[in-house]
């Protein structure tokens, strides 16, 4: 299999986003035809975090993937995550049973030929149209990936953390104390609690596997997941809580990268997560792509509006301190103002 070259994968990834907005335009137009307050979730999901599936769509051009119909799989998957999240977080649903429920949403579509379940049972508002099609599109695409039987344990393993961190986090009294106990439970890493519980709310790997499965090889995926977790994932979502302080503050929701002592310590570990995350990336199986992978998190969330807002320039420079992910800083910050991103 031939190593795609940074550069390339950027004008590749760049030249198919349009690709992803028109999958997104899709998926907005099923979502106008819910009832609130489920239609209302439903469209800001795919409108304010929009970026989620713009920058895991870089997994559809990993080398041997088909291109069209993984970027077609990461958009509805990531979907369904980012769809659920907005259910558990905003229409004032407190029942951990029901967060547990909807998230079965997520197990349905990483199984193809897998039933149903009513997603909606225990949870106070319900629809027949959009979780539901977005869970079959899953299993469709996923169906049709040659070698994804090979790489499913995988995904589950990784789906399992993820989708109980969503419950345990949403819990509105006590979820920073039930995950404790979950990561202490589940986790022999030298982490902090809330930076292990950060990595399992990151899809990357599962995108990754995604891709692997297109792979005639079947290779052994044990040494690149244990680059993404908790090193890449834990990277991707610390950024993403990082940029979200202040508004996670004001709407009183939980925050992982508040649990840090201080700044010092905070910009400290941050870093940390960065070079390790780089220098585990570079002993990979397609070592460019996975570095570009993750210079590209850095500056996708460096260069978001909310860091320059927040005075955060400084933390972002400790992480992207070379010339190459200072470039793509720059870079994200036009496409940004170009309304590419």
Not at 2 to 22: A, D, G, N, Y
Not at 114 to 135: F, G, K
Request: charged share 20%; with cysteine.
């Amino acid at each position: 299999m031939h190593c795609i070259q940074p550069r390339v994968l950027l004008r590749r990834f760049i030249s198919t986003l349009p690709l992803v907005k028109k999958e997104l335009q899709g998926w907005a137009c099923l979502a106008g035809q819910l009832t609130d307050p489920l239609r209302s979730q439903a469209l800001s999901s795919l409108e304010r975090k929009a970026f989620h599936c713009l920058g895991g769509s870089v997994y559809a051009h990993y080398p041997g993937t088909d291109l069209e119909d993984t970027l077609r799989l990461i958009v509805a998957f990531q979907t369904i995550s980012d769809y659920l999240d907005n259910l558990c977080d905003r229409l004032n649903v407190s029942d951990p049973k029901a967060f547990r429920l909807l998230h079965m949403s997520i197990y349905d579509a990483l199984t193809p030929g897998a039933a149903l379940h009513d997603y909606y049972q225990l949870y106070p508002y319900a629809e027949t149209i959009y979780l539901p099609r977005l869970v079959q599109t899953c299993q469709k695409l996923l169906g049709q990936v040659p070698n994804y039987k090979l790489y499913q344990p995988f995904t589950l393993k990784l789906a399992e953390r993820y989708c109980e961190l969503q419950v345990l986090k949403h819990v509105p009294v006590g979820g920073a104390h039930f995950l404790r106990d979950w990561v202490k439970r589940n986790s022999a890493s030298e982490l902090e609690w809330y930076e292990w519980a950060a990595a399992c709310g990151s899809t990357l790997g599962i995108f990754l596997l995604f891709a692997l499965g297109h792979n005639s090889s079947g290779s052994n995926p044990e040494p690149l997941l244990q680059a993404y977790f908790p090193w890449i994932q834990g990277l991707h979502i610390l950024l993403d809580y990082l940029i979200d302080l202040e508004e996670d503050e004001i709407e009183g929701d939980l925050n992982f990268v508040s649990f840090y002592p201080d700044q010092k310590t905070r910009d400290r570990s941050l870093s940390r997560f960065a070079q390790t995350s780089k220098s585990m990336a570079k002993s990979l199986p397609q070592a460019g792509f996975h570095r570009t992978v993750v210079d590209g998190l850095i500056a996708l969330y460096g260069s978001d509006p909310k860091v320059r807002m927040q005075a955060l320039e400084s933390t972002i420079r400790l992480m992207a301190e070379d010339r190459w992910g200072r470039n793509l800083l720059r870079l994200c910050a036009v496409l940004r103002r170009v309304g590419v991103i």
